[in-house]
């Protein structure tokens, strides 16, 4: 017997302590195993119920009598209960364990919170009872049957009615009530002192009714019993009074607003001025795109205080209490500002995203926890129709018309259906992700056509660079672009390569000309005449990803030069990818595009790459977006223009029969704007040039940091040095991996 009381006492301690250790390595796979089903099970009451159990086994194992005494094992067993029970009541979420969980879902509906107390207190009480006096004995109470079966009846009706009165008053089953909440009907009674009448209900017409319930019922209302009658007396006075002021409520308390202050603050900061047309350029008229239906949409309040009203009984089944202060509604979603109870914890509203998508039957749902500045949640919730966003409606608005700048491009319209413009040379450069299917094309589309709306091709030059040969060919041919619509991607390399010379050249005659930017330069040239401005150039690339795979290095090289210095110059990137994974949104290349644009991505993680936050993987597509604008620090989300494919063809119709476009052929040549093709004499070398040739051919070394330390000379310098030795012949152009062979 001593072997067996040291064996489980052994046991006991090995499980209690898998227990707290559970997840390091002391305790291997098996405890680690037993410490996960206990906590799993019993929620933080795991870390004592081998303590509390194991006092009553080892009584069983020392004193023979206690097997025999169903008192003890019942004592103990109702003890063990009413602490699962306990912690259940008082804890929330897994910390309850499954156990006690299940024991509280079950109870709850039918008897009510305070139901839930009382059936706690009674089990402890009859545990203590029975662990205390082993010979408790029912005989002691002189009960005659009936008056036992009137006492246990009367007790079952007063929590029958307790469960209703409770479930009346707040309506949904699964919500928590406050303390003071379960008080007030007390305090109530206490105060007014009602005089005690009976109340007979009326019987429900479509609630099919059995004998038994009915004689029920009968009894209940014909009982002389003060405390039922008062009891149903306060259930119907607060009834009536509780519905009249949640309907009050619900209308006074919300506010509907038609335009959201922080949009608004970021759109007075965009230039205003008077935009200059072109003198021997016709622009596009706004006749080539379809105009939008003439619609008079309004607020519906009503539906608007029925979707309040789900969404709080939804957040009330999980157990989240609060109330909605704000609404607003737009295009594709309507937001509901949400605030929450003071004890009700952010996170907890956040791991509810995807049940509250399926408890309210919505595609997907976005939670914006906190809106920055504010104490409020936001909960983005689609529409049940969606409005189709038209491209003429942002171009035909005094925002956009009035926009000084001439890189403007229209985003498309807010969560409110306002307006939603920025201008490219504030941001300086763009990053666009977004699965297939999530609006990106649609979106690039839209900023493309606002340039060619505001800008003829003396002004603009475009660089499309389209690798997968689909979404830029339609704009073949028109005058504004300053080479083909670049597909291959070798020639994207050089042609990114080539438009860093192109930036270094322009700082060069800015300085000459001692000017700070491309506006200076141009105001200084047109005023003396002494040389042709600079046009603006927009590089637009649609897939990233398929770049990095041909040339990795050298189009991050190229990318982070063109990001970091090529603002002042007029020269911009729009780069776009659909997996913007680390290994083609590198770090240095989101170092140095601080402008974010997600459409709909495929994971959380995506959005955390391309964002540094989540909620990209929560869109609906079709457009639908999220936008860090320049200056500000939260997301603002944007739902893009649409445009029809034949729109697009009739305005590059009309640009191309005004003028051919003047190619430069020269983008696409490995080197082929820093040196000309020729003679040794033609090119400007370097004079480290002759050095740094020996270094190659004698060390076979070709990478441009293994010159740099060799030279002891900055990057930048070893990387022209490097291109000198290609274009000279010494150097093969790179393979897909980036490295050069030495010719």
Do not use: C
């Not at 002021?245 to 038609?258: D, L, R």
């Not at 140095?592 to 991505?601: A, E, T």
């Not at 990057?715 to 010494?730: C, D, K, P, T």
């Amino acid at each position: 017997m001593k072997i067996t009381i040291i064996i489980t006492a052994i046991l006991f301690i090995y499980a209690a302590f898998s227990t707290i250790f559970h997840e390091t390595a002391l305790v291997g796979d098996i405890g680690k195993t037993i410490g996960d089903t206990n906590l799993y099970l019993f929620g933080y009451l795991a870390y004592i119920n081998f303590f509390v159990l194991f006092y009553p086994l080892f009584k069983l194992y020392s004193d023979p009598r206690v097997r025999k005494n169903i008192d003890f094992y019942l004592g103990w067993i109702l003890f063990f209960i009413s602490l699962i029970l306990f912690s259940a009541l008082v804890l929330e979420g897994q910390d309850r364990g499954f156990i006690g969980t299940q024991i509280v879902e079950f109870l709850y509906p039918l008897i009510g919170k305070a139901g839930l107390w009382l059936f706690w207190l009674m089990i402890m009480a009859l545990s203590l009872v029975f662990i205390i006096d082993d010979e408790f004995d029912f005989s002691r109470f002189k009960m005659k049957r009936s008056e036992v079966s009137f006492s246990f009846a009367w007790i079952g009706s007063m929590f029958s009615i307790l469960g209703r009165v409770l479930k009346k008053i707040f309506k949904n089953p699964f919500a928590s009530p406050s303390l003071e909440d379960e008080m007030m009907p007390v305090m109530d009674v206490a105060e007014e002192k009602p005089k005690r009448t009976r109340v007979k209900r009326q019987p429900d017409t479509k609630k099919v009714v059995t004998k038994t319930e009915s004689e029920t019922v009968h009894a209940l209302d014909e009982s002389d019993d003060p405390v039922l009658n008062e009891i149903l007396e306060l259930e119907h006075e607060m009834e009536t009074s509780l519905s009249t002021e949640k309907t009050a409520a619900g209308k006074s308390h919300v506010e509907i607003i038609n335009e959201l202050e922080e949009n608004s603050k970021l759109m007075e900061q965009i230039d205003k001025g008077k935009v200059v047309k072109p003198k021997n350029f016709k622009l596009p008229k706004l006749d080539f795109l379809q105009k939008a239906p003439k619609t008079t949409k309004k607020v519906n309040e009503a539906e608007i205080d029925r979707k309040i009203e789900e969404l709080l009984a939804k957040l009330q089944q999980f157990n989240v209490d609060g109330d909605v202060v704000r609404t607003y509604s737009g295009p594709l979603v309507t937001t509901f500002e949400f605030k929450p109870a003071p004890n009700v914890k952010v996170s907890k509203i956040l791991n509810l995203q995807d049940d509250l998508a399926m408890a309210l039957s919505a595609e997907t749902i976005r939670i914006q926890a906190p809106i920055p500045g504010r104490d409020v949640v936001g909960i983005e919730i689609p529409n049940e129709t969606v409005d189709t966003i038209y491209l003429r409606e942002i171009l035909e608005s005094d925002l956009f018309k009035n926009s000084s700048s001439p890189l403007t491009v229209a985003l498309g319209k807010d969560i409110v259906g306002k307006p939603f413009i920025t201008d490219i040379k504030k941001l300086p450069h763009l990053l666009i992700a977004g699965t297939t299917g999530s609006g990106k094309s649609v979106g690039i589309n839209a900023m493309i056509l606002s340039l060619l709306y505001r800008n003829d091709p003396d002004q603009l030059k475009l660089m499309l660079i389209d690798p997968k040969m689909l979404e830029f060919s339609i704009y073949n041919d028109i005058p504004h672009l300053i080479t083909p619509v670049i597909t291959e991607p070798k020639k994207a390399i050089a042609a990114l390569a080539n438009m860093v010379t192109e930036m270094e050249r322009r700082y060069k005659l800015m300085a000459e000309n001692r000017t700070k930017n491309i506006d200076n330069y141009n105001e200084k040239v047109k005023a003396d005449g002494s040389a042709e401005p600079f046009p603006f150039i927009v590089i637009v690339i649609d897939e990233l990803a398929d770049l990095m795979m041909n040339g990795g290095k050298e189009v991050e090289y190229s990318i982070a030069r063109l990001a970091q210095m090529a603002r002042a110059s007029g020269i911009h990137l729009i780069v776009a990818t659909q997996r913007p994974s680390v290994d083609v949104v590198t770090g240095l290349i989101k170092a140095n595009l601080p402008s974010r644009l997600s459409y709909r991505v495929g994971q959380r993680i995506d959005s955390k790459v391309i964002l540094d936050a989540m909620g990209a993987e929560s869109l609906l597509g079709r457009g639908d977006g999220l936008f860090t604008p320049p200056g500000a620090t939260g997301l603002v989300r944007l739902h893009a223009p649409w445009n029809k494919e034949e729109e697009i063809e009739e305005i590059v119709e009309f640009l191309k029969a005004q003028r051919e476009p003047e190619y430069d052929e020269s983008y696409l040549v490995a080197g082929g704007v820093s040196v000309s093709e020729g003679e040794e004499g033609d090119i400007d070398l370097d004079p480290l040039y002759e050095e740094a040739k020996s270094v190659v051919l004698t060390d076979k070394k070709t990478s441009i940091s293994y010159l740099q330390r060799k030279l002891q000379i900055g990057y930048n310098r070893s990387a022209n040095i490097i291109e000198q030795l290609e274009a000279m012949g010494v150097l093969s152009a790179p393979n897909a991996k980036g490295n050069r062979e030495i010719v």
